[in-house]
T-cell receptor, first 111, second 113 residues
Framework: RKEVEQDPGPFNVPEGATVAFNCTYS??????FFWYRQDCRKEPKLLMS???SGNEDGRFTAQLNRASQYISLLIRDSKLSDSATYLC????????????FGAGTQVVVTP | ETGVTQTPRHLVMGMTNKKSLKCEQH?????MYWYKQSAKKPLELMFV???????ENNSVPSRFSPECPNSSHLFLHLHTLQPEDSALYLC????????????FGSGTQLSVL
């Protein structure tokens, strides 16, 4: 099993709708998680940090479920500009400062 | 503008060529990284430099040779690459190697023929 696993998608979302997707992890020693956003042919950029049970930033909500070992990202009122690949990232507790990336979930918001 | 600049943006090279990727960060960070991103695969950490000292080498083949002359500049020297090395190579920096917030450059799309 991959240490960080994501549904590759694509998730096709009508503009204005809500979309949510998960990321599962296999190592319970994980301490912190992050969502990065990567536009097509661009570099990844940090979207949100998820330190405890969850975090909310505007239309974006991230939740962490330690019992089931997954984090989720929910996007409300989707905009066309939300179309991107969302990378789930965990900070490994057993390796100082080392980030582990998932392969990403593609979201396509349609008019 | 992320403050991390990578050149070139695109590179096509033959298997016998020698080329170098360049990265420069203007953020005053102390840690710099090279990542490889292949299509539909997770980012793979290649090298980590902290205060100009290489602190991690993730079993990368010797045909990839990093160089960090100072805390603002990072190079990746390439020689005798293979077609499977074709990928997006991303440079990143962070305040220090314990800081999880990475700032990425726009990457070099490398094609090895």
């Amino acid at each position: 099993r991959k240490e960080v696993e994501q549904d590759p998608g694509p998730f096709n979302v009508p503009e204005g709708a809500t979309v949510a997707f998960n990321c599962t992890y296999s190592n319970s020693a994980s301490q912190s998680f992050f969502w990065y956003r990567q536009d097509c042919r661009k570099e990844p950029k940090l979207l949100m940090s998820v330190y405890s049970s969850g975090n909310e930033d505007g239309r974006f909500t991230a939740q962490l479920n330690r019992a089931s070992q997954y984090i989720s990202l929910l996007i409300r009122d989707s905009k066309l500009s939300d179309s991107a690949t969302y990378l789930c990232v965990r900070l490994r507790a057993d390796s100082w400062g080392k980030l582990q990336f998932g392969a990403g979930t593609q979201v396509v918001v349609t008019p | 503008e992320t403050g991390v600049t990578q050149t070139p943006r695109h590179l096509v090279m033959g298997m016998t060529n020698k080329k170098s990727l360049k990265c420069e960060q203007h953020l005053g960070h102390n840690a710099m990284y090279w990542y490889k991103q292949s299509a539909k695969k997770p980012l793979e950490l290649m090298f980590v430099y902290s205060l100009e000292e290489r602190v991690e080498n993730n079993s990368v083949p010797s045909r990839f040779s990093p160089e960090c002359p100072n805390s603002s500049h990072l190079f990746l020297h390439l020689h005798t690459l293979q077609p499977e090395d074709s990928a997006l190579y991303l440079c990143a920096s962070s305040l220090d190697r314990t800081n999880e917030k990475l700032f990425f450059g726009s990457g070099t799309q490398l094609s090895v023929l």
